[in-house]
């Protein structure tokens, strides 16, 4: 129950913070502890094919910015699009989280600096050779032992060719790697799921080709109201798979049918040096 009163405090204050918009600037802009800026994956864009940009957060040592699930505390990071006309942007991709603890909370976010990868697409009549400007609002919770508000208007300006587009000399590679830390939607791994008395049980069956053994892993929940995030998750080897437990807010209102989420692991979800987040989304059956 907590961190949904932390986070309806956060939801009032940064009311406040959306109301001080300055002027849209291009290239890094740095808070207290944080530097953003908008970027792109390419150089030029074309008519009505879609490309990619990005909020680069890049933290200071031992600061971070919050997931799309923040946890016990914190505000996940939002981004208000100001566009020309027949533009449309999609939403956040975001990359697997980090666990963080800090005075006695569970909180889910970056202490690495993070691409949020949001997909745009120009409109098929975009005129050639006229450049257009791209402008955001991004709002952030900057926290280490204390947290601040963060934010910036930002913009970034592109050439319109009539030519597939080129990737971008400095922000192409790390795109790239950027997609590496996107959660996996399909790796071959299967989900089964049950509950009872408040536990959350989810079976993790591999692909019969993965020869490597997964350690440690642990779940993120997506919806911020369901489980509790300090009990550990007991990740369990079995004889056909895994198991992990999540125990359920007892504040939740009704018994959940699904639950869905990221799974990460440093072990590599398609063997070692592989990607270590695979997206989970499971059907709740109840235990027999």
């Given at each position: 129950m907590?961190?949904?009163?932390?986070?309806?405090?956060?939801?009032?204050?940064?009311?406040g913070?959306?109301?001080?918009?300055?002027?849209?600037?291009?290239g890094?802009?740095?808070?207290?502890y944080?530097?953003a800026?908008?970027v792109?994956?390419?150089?030029s864009?074309?008519?009505?094919?879609?490309?990619?940009?990005?909020?680069?957060?890049?933290h200071?040592?031992?600061?971070?910015?919050?997931?799309?699930?923040?946890?016990?505390?914190?505000?996940?990071?939002?981004l208000?699009?100001?566009?020309?006309?027949?533009?449309?942007?999609?939403?956040?991709?975001w990359?697997?989280?980090?666990?963080?603890?800090?005075a006695?909370l569970?909180?889910h976010?970056?202490?690495?600096?993070?691409?949020?990868?949001?997909?745009?697409?120009?409109p098929?009549?975009?005129?050639?050779?006229?450049?257009v400007?791209?402008?955001?609002?991004?709002?952030?919770?900057?926290?280490?032992?204390?947290?601040?508000?963060?934010?910036?208007?930002?913009?970034?300006?592109?050439?319109?060719?009539?030519?597939?587009?080129?990737?971008?000399e400095?922000?192409?590679?790390?795109?790239?790697?950027?997609?590496?830390?996107?959660?996996?939607?399909?790796?071959g791994?299967?989900f089964?799921?049950?509950?009872?008395?408040?536990?959350?049980?989810?079976?993790?069956l591999?692909p019969?080709?993965?020869?490597?053994?997964?350690?440690?892993?642990?779940?993120?929940?997506?919806?911020?109201?369901?489980?509790?995030?300090?009990?550990p998750?007991?990740?369990?080897?079995?004889?056909?798979?895994?198991?992990?437990?999540?125990?359920?807010?007892?504040?939740?209102?009704?018994?959940?049918?699904r639950?869905?989420?990221v799974?990460?692991?440093?072990?590599?979800?398609?063997?070692?040096?592989?990607?270590?987040?695979?997206?989970?989304?499971v059907?709740?059956e109840?235990?027999?």
């Open positions: 907590f961190h949904v009163i932390f986070r309806i405090a956060l939801l009032v204050a940064v009311a913070w959306l109301m001080s918009a300055q002027a849209a600037v291009e890094p802009v740095r808070s207290e944080v530097e800026e908008l792109s994956e390419v150089e864009i074309r008519p009505g094919v879609p490309f990619h940009v990005a909020l680069s957060l890049r200071d040592p031992h600061w971070h910015t919050y997931w799309a699930n923040p946890g016990d505390s914190g505000l996940e990071t939002m208000v699009w100001d566009l020309p006309d027949g533009f449309e942007a999609g939403d956040i991709q990359p697997y989280p980090e666990f963080i603890e800090m006695g569970v909180t976010g970056y202490e690495r600096d993070v691409l949020l990868l949001v997909e745009i697409t120009p098929d009549n975009l005129e050639v050779g006229q450049p400007r791209l402008k955001v609002r991004a709002d952030w919770l900057e926290c280490k032992e204390i947290c601040l508000p963060g934010g910036a208007d930002l913009a970034l300006t592109l050439d319109v060719r009539d030519e597939s587009p080129r990737p971008h400095k922000w192409a590679e790390r795109f790239t790697a950027a997609r590496a830390e996107l959660p996996l939607e399909d790796a791994w299967t089964q799921g049950t509950r009872a008395d408040g536990v959350l049980r989810i079976l993790a591999p019969e080709w993965l020869e490597t053994e997964i350690e440690e892993a642990r779940f993120y929940a997506l919806d911020p109201e369901l489980v509790e995030y300090l009990p998750q007991n990740w369990t080897r079995t004889d056909d798979g895994y198991t992990f437990e999540l125990q359920q807010d007892p504040t939740y209102g009704h018994e959940p049918d639950i869905r989420g799974l990460v692991s440093e072990d590599g979800w398609r063997g070692p040096d592989s990607e270590k987040a695979l997206f989970v989304d059907h709740l109840e235990a027999a």
